[in-house]
Structures are given as C-alpha cells and as structure tokens.
C-alpha cells in the first residue's frame, strides 16, 4: 500500500506522520510519499515548524518558499527513517486539497495522512478546513490527525 503523508510545515503534520508510523504495520507499507504544497499566490510563508535546528527554522523564514516547503518535507521524512517502506519526498503547487487528492489519485494511495488544525488564516474559522476537504473528497481512507488538546 502506498502512503501519502500532507504537511504543510506545521508540528501537527509531523505529529500526523509519527502516528502513522506507530499505526502502520511497516510491512504492508510499500512506499510513503511526504507531501508539501506550495500555494501558488501565498501572502504568508511557507511554514517550517518542524525542522530540529532553531537557526534552520529562522533562515526558512528568510528562504524561498520552495525551500522551506522542502525543509519541512525532509523533516517530516525523517521520521520513517530506518521503517522500511521506500520514502519519496514531492513539492506541488495548487490548492492544498487539490493537490493533495490529485497526487492520491495518482500514485493510486491506500491511505492519505493529513493534520487537522495545522496552518490556516485563523484557527477558530479555517481549522482542518484542508484536512476536511481531503477526507470528502479523496480516492482512497483518509487518516486526520486532530492535534492534542491543550492542558487548562
């Protein structure tokens, strides 16, 4: 079965990703593609919430979008080091969702891994609007990963 794992730079996407690995049996995984789309006509950056070095996460800020979306998908990759399953790295341009229901269709996945609540204009309105979107509308089951809530 092939695996696409979205991220969009947050830390809710590697959290997606690291529960996809504690889930999955390594072995009926064939391949994991990480995915980042990059929004053609973005006013906001590309985020990089996930890389390990504070000074990568600054000068991400100061990179091209490209870049930093392909930080965050190197970060999100690393998590299924040494699993098994043959890892490809992808940055698309598009809609999000789009994108990320066209590559499912494509590499004929057996399971999309998505965050919900990751990056959007605001939290309270756009939360898991992505993830929401993908899991209508994609060929195959979908796995949305809420983030953990918060202490009170």
């Not at 997606?16 to 006509?41: G, N, T, Y």
Request: net charge neutral; charged share 20%.
């Amino acid at each position: 079965m092939h695996v696409i794992v979205a991220t969009d730079g947050s830390k809710q996407s590697l959290s997606a990703a690291r529960q996809l690995r504690e889930l999955a049996d390594a072995q009926k995984v064939s391949a994991v593609s990480v995915i980042a789309v990059i929004r053609p006509f973005a006013a906001v950056s590309f985020a990089d919430e996930v890389s390990s070095d504070d000074k990568q996460v600054a000068a991400a800020q100061e990179m091209s979008f490209r870049s930093a979306a392909q930080n965050a998908v190197d970060a999100v990759a690393a998590e299924f080091d040494g699993w098994g399953p043959e890892i490809h790295t992808r940055i698309r341009s598009g809609s999000p969702a789009k994108e990320i229901i066209r590559a499912a269709e494509e590499l004929e996945a057996g399971l999309v891994v998505v965050a919900s609540g990751g990056r959007g204009l605001s939290e309270a309105v756009l939360v898991g609007s992505t993830a929401q979107r993908v899991q209508a509308y994609a060929p195959c089951p979908v796995l949305v990963v809420r983030p953990a809530r918060r202490s009170r």
